[in-house]
C-alpha cells in the first residue's frame, strides 16, 4: 500500500475527529465483525482435509465532524492461513478516507475506499453476505474486498444513485481475479463508477464501469462492465450480477475475456433461513499463466441460521462443475459470523 498516503488520510481523519472547535459536534460510530469457516472439500479442491479457514476480525470507525465532514477507517486482520506472512496472519486496510460530505445528493471523498463497482464488492463482509464463498464470477474478475486510492463522489437523487471515482486502478497480474496494488505501477489512472436506479420499494438496478492501463509500460487496457439487480420483499430476497472483462495482451497474444453470472436467493422463514444460488464463467486468457481456459458452473444449496440479529451462522454445500477438465471438487462450508 502506499503508506504515505494512508498515514495522511488517517492523520487528517483523527484531527477532523479531534480539532477543539469543531469537537463537540462530532458524531463517531463504531463497529466491527468477526468469523471464521470450516472447510471440507473432496480431493481435487483446494481443500482436501477438513479444517478450519479464514479466522478475520475487522474494525469500523466512521463519523461526520461539524455535519459536512467525513471519515470511514476499517481494517481487518485475517488468518489461518495468510500467505507469505511469517507469524499466519495479515493486517489490511480497507478503508481509510476523509471527505466532503454536505447532502445526499454529493459525497466527495479522498483516500483509501471501496471500489463502487456492482453491489456485492459493496458489502462483502461475512456478516453482509448470503453465501459463504465469493460469487464464481467476481471471483474472476476482480480481487476480494476491492480498494482503490484516489478520490470518489458519489450521491442518491431521487431514484437515481451514482458514483464516480479517479484512482490507482489494478496492476499487472497472474490471473483474472488478482492485481490488486495500492501504490501506482504506471503513469495512467483509472476510471470508474456506477449509475443506480431504485426500482420502486422491493428493487434495486445498477451498471458498473471500469477502465485503466495495467502493466508498467502504460499500454495494455483493461476494461470491466457489470450489471447488478436486487429484489428483495419480506420474505423473498433476490441478488443478480451480470459481469465482462476486456483485457488488452501483448502480441501475438489475443485479447483476454471473463464473462458470467451469478444469482443467490434467500427466504426469510425467521430463525431458519434456505439460500440457494447458481453461477457461471467462462475465462479465456492465452496470456496468463500459460493460457488460462476456463469454463465453470457452479450450484450451492445452504441454509443460514439466525441466531440473533448480529449473529449468523451459514451452512452450504458446493458443486462445482467444469467442462473441461473434469475435477471431483465439490466443498462443504460452515461460516458463523458476528458483528458488533
Known amino acids: 500500500m502506499n503508506r504515505k498516503f494512508a498515514v495522511v488520510t488517517i492523520a487528517l481523519a483523527v484531527f477532523l475527529v479531534l480539532a477543539p472547535p469543531a469537537r463537540s459536534q462530532a458524531q463517531v460510530k463504531y463497529g466491527g465483525f468477526l468469523s471464521f469457516e470450516y472447510i471440507d472439500g473432496q480431493a481435487e479442491s483446494l481443500y482436501p482435509k477438513a479444517s478450519l479457514q479464514n479466522l478475520m476480525a ?39 478516507w476523509a471527505g466532503f ?15 463502487p463497482f456492482g453491489s456485492y464488492n459493496r458489502a462483502s463482509r461475512p456478516h453482509e453476505t448470503l453465501l459463504v464463498g465469493v460469487p464464481l464470477n ?9 480498494r482503490d486510492i484516489g478520490f470518489l463522489i458519489e450521491g442518491e ?9 479517479l484512482g490507482n486502478g489494478l496492476g499487472d497480474f497472474d490471473q483474472i481475479g488478482s492485481g490488486q496494488q495500492f501504490r501506482d505501477n504506471n503513469a495512467n489512472k483509472a476510471k470508474g463508477g456506477r449509475v443506480g436506479l431504485s426500482l420502486g420499494d422491493y428493487g434495486r438496478a445498477g451498471f458498473s464501469y ?29 441478488h443478480g450480477e451480470y459481469t465482462k472483462a476486456k483485457i488488452e495482451n501483448p502480441e501475438p497474444f489475443q485479447t483476454g475475456k471473463s464473462e458470467g453470472y451469478s444469482i ?28 488460462l481456459l476456463r469454463d465453470q458452473s457452479r450450484w450451492t444449496m445452504g441454509l443460514r441460521y439466525v441466531v440473533g440479529s448480529t449473529f449468523f451462522i451459514k451452512a452450504e454445500y458446493v458443486w462445482n ?17 458476528l458483528s458488533f
Not at 462443475?321 to 459470523?337: C, D
Open 210 to 238: 471500469y477502465t485503466g492501463k495495467y502493466d508498467e509500460r502504460d499500454m495494455y487496457d483493461l476494461t470491466m462492465e457489470g450489471a447488478d439487480l436486487t429484489w428483495a420483499t419480506g420474505q423473498w430476497e433476490i
Open 58 to 96: 475487522g474494525f469500523t470507525a466512521a463519523g461526520l465532524v461539524g455535519g459536512k465532514f467525513g471519515f470511514s477507517l476499517e481494517a481487518r486482520t485475517m488468518g489461518i492461513p495468510a500467505a507469505g506472512t511469517a507469524n499466519g496472519w495479515a493486517f489490511e486496510l480497507d478503508q481509510a
Open 321 to 337: 462443475k467444469e467442462k473441461e477438465p473434469v475435477l471431483k471438487n465439490n466443498q462443504l462450508q460452515i461460516q458463523a459470523a
Open 157 to 165: 437523487v431521487g431514484v437515481l444513485s451514482y458514483a464516480a471515482y
Open 101 to 115: 460530505v454536505p447532502s445526499k445528493a454529493i459525497n466527495v471523498k479522498a483516500g483509501l475506499f471501496i471500489v
Open 138 to 146: 467476481l471471483q474472476y474478475l476482480y480481487p476480494g474486498t476491492w
Open 264 to 291: 443467490w436467493m434467500i427466504m426469510d422463514l425467521r430463525r431458519f433461513q434456505p439460500i440457494g444460488s447458481f453461477q457461471k464463467v467462462k475465462v479465456d486468457d492465452p496470456y496468463r499463466g500459460d493460457g
